[in-house]
């Protein structure tokens, strides 16, 4: 049974920084791309990160491009969402996902919605 479990949110002024945390189980976590997704209110859910299985190279909406930087450790499971100068539009609840595939979808569709897998969520609210 796939679980993932986010945790790191808070309340922070903007300039400010968090990590988040998402913890995983139920699945080979190594061979699996994992994405992180935000949805502020009022707004449709969006993808922000994403990070393959092997890929070095990770995909970042252009929003967070700069000041997020998404991570992964394979001996914990666990995959990480640093965020540095946060601004109040990045106030949201954050999620991460998974849809078991090796590679990042979000490469070729930024809009993707569809992952199989979700964490309940864990909200950063941001502060001017």
């Known amino acids: 049974q796939v679980q993932l479990v986010e945790s790191g949110g808070g309340s922070v002024q903007s300039g400010g920084s968090l990590r988040l945390s998402c913890s995983t189980s139920g699945f080979t976590f190594e061979k699996f791309a994992m994405s992180w997704y935000r949805q502020a209110p009022g707004k449709q859910r969006e993808g922000i990160s994403c990070i393959g299985s092997g890929d070095l190279r990770p995909w970042y909406r252009d929003s967070v491009r700069g000041r997020f930087t998404i991570s992964r450790d394979n001996g914990e499971n666990t995959v990480y969402l640093q965020m540095n100068s946060l601004k109040p539009e990045d106030t949201a609840v954050y999620y991460c996902?998974?849809?078991?595939?090796?590679?990042?979808?979000?490469?070729?569709?930024?809009?993707?919605?569809?992952?199989?897998?979700w964490g309940r969520g864990t909200l950063i609210i941001v502060s001017s």
């Open positions: 996902a998974t849809d078991l595939r090796g590679v990042c979808i979000n490469y070729e569709h930024p809009d993707y919605d569809g992952m199989d897998y």
